[in-house]
């Protein structure tokens, strides 16, 4: 079998991207991506070392946020779109941790889904 040469993967250079922060009651996740939709950098709090209870606080989140935004530094982002999903306590924490850093933030966007009319109620309690 012939040898194939690896080519190196080399870093993007990026001014602006968009961070798409999930934020629930028991986790936050953030993956920053270019304006195209692909992912540069993600983080969540499970990946920082928090288990348990610890990983829905406001403190994982501010944590994630200033580990991404030192990764950010080095690949060339300051001007930010953040997307924010969930109804988590995350949520804040992640933002000013961002901006606390350096970051330009732009647009702050809600994407949370809400249903139009929902799933059908269960039925009533008889007793």
Known sequence: ????????KTKRHVESAIAHIKSSFNNTLVSVTTLEGDVLLRGSAGKLGFKGARKGTPFAASQIGSTLAKEMATIGIRNLEV???GPGAGRDSVVRAFQSSGLSISVLRDVTPLPHNGTRAPKKRRV
């Open 83 to 85: 997307n924010l999903q």
């Open 1 to 8: 079998m012939a040898y194939k040469k690896k080519t190196k």
